[in-house]
């Protein structure tokens, strides 16, 4: 049970967008930037960016989430999600991804866990400085994302085929206040 | 020296946002909504207290010093009041509502999880509303990010704290949304 009273039952963060409309806003708008941009690293490779960190901070509404929205952009390919959650190093993604991935996950302990190393790493790996920035900032903005899901207990729905139908819903429509203004997904 | 060519010489956060723009809209529009809306019956001083606790929790001393001194300026104190409150806030003379509330941001910024019922029934028991609790952990954990971006990418802080302090009137006076990043 949420820590607080919420007036609604909706699943994860949509129950906690939906009780402050006004600070969903710009959240959204920030996930739908950072995980939909075209240019640089795709929307599969953001999402398992994603997916890892919120992994990493031990968030199973996001991490599920995320991971079930990267999903609908590979195919379905559940084991692959799985194995970049909890073992990206020996994962079938490139090296660029593993190096940003390596990046992502310093910036889960805290920012100045980020070396120079790990930059020139992804550099020599083909990531350009934009792909960079929005892996630190997708980073980050998932060390808050995780803290607002778990800081506040909400609702972790346990029926696993409803991650399935709210990614199916986020790869089609993208983030943003329908999420938790419009009816929600209904699982098939 | 950032470990990405920002093309800017921007100090901390205004860096990576002139790098970014289409980021640091969201970024900033949520800044405004949490530290500086009045629609809050948590006060811009307070709100900006947490942000600056949660940073010193963080070691992020560009957001800690920006946020200290926009919370000295609306809190109308001084630094060592600040330095105080970031080194125990129970030790010092705010309210007790807020010492339960920066507990909580404390809690946040370890982990979500870390949060216990027990820490908002004492919040609660001080007088603060499910509205208050529920900013209070989205402003830790908006903090949670700002000082990873910050750090993250390795931006430059000036390290004379007074510089803060003197720009701290500006930015009250013109919020987080409506600035030149490069001024």
Request: proline letters at 5%; a negative charge; charged letters at 25%.
């Amino acid at each position: 049970m949420p820590h607080i009273n919420l007036d609604n039952d909706l699943p994860g963060i949509r129950g906690l967008l939906s009780f402050r409309p006004e600070t969903a806003g710009p959240m959204g708008q920030l996930a739908n930037i950072l995980l939909r941009d075209d240019e640089g690293i795709s929307r599969a490779e953001r999402e398992l960016i994603a997916t890892h960190v919120s992994y990493l901070n031990d968030c199973f509404y996001c991490h599920t989430s995320h991971g079930a929205t990267a999903c609908q952009y590979l195919d379905g390919d559940k084991a692959m999600v799985d194995q970049v959650r909890k073992d990206y190093r020996n994962a079938p993604i490139s090296e660029k991804l593993k190096s940003l991935i390596t990046i992502a996950a310093s910036v889960q302990k805290s920012g100045k866990a980020v070396t120079p190393e790990q930059i020139d790493d992804a550099r020599r790996h083909g990531a350009s400085d934009r792909e960079i920035h929005d892996t630190v900032l997708i980073a980050a903005a998932f060390c808050m994302f995780n803290r607002y899901v778990d800081g506040l207990a909400a609702n972790t729905p346990t029926d696993l085929a409803s991650y399935d139908a709210r990614g199916r819903q986020i790869a089609e429509k993208g983030y943003g206040n329908h999420i938790f203004s419009t009816p929600q997904p209904v699982s098939i | 020296m950032a470990h990405i060519d920002l093309g800017n010489e921007l100090p901390g956060i205004r860096g990576p946002m002139a790098y970014r723009p289409e980021t640091a809209r969201p970024l900033n529009a949520l800044a405004e909504i949490l530290l500086r809306d009045d629609n809050n019956t948590l006060s811009r001083g307070e709100r900006e207290l947490i942000g600056t606790y949660v940073s010193s929790l963080n070691d992020c001393f560009f957001c800690q010093n920006v946020h200290g001194g926009l919370a000295q300026h609306y809190l109308g104190c001084d630094m060592p009041f600040i330095d105080a409150v970031k080194r125990d806030p129970v030790s010092t003379p705010i309210s007790d509502k807020l010492k339960t509330l920066l507990s909580i941001a404390a809690s946040v910024q370890k982990g979500g999880k870390n949060v216990r019922p027990e820490q908002i029934e004492a919040a609660r028991q001080e007088g603060a509303t499910d509205r208050e609790i529920h900013d209070t952990v989205l402003i830790a954990a908006a903090f949670c990010m700002y000082n990873r971006y910050v750090d993250g990418l390795a931006t430059w802080a000036p390290q004379d704290r007074q510089f803060y302090i003197d720009r701290a009137p500006i930015r009250a006076a013109e919020g987080y949304i409506d600035f030149d990043l490069y001024k």
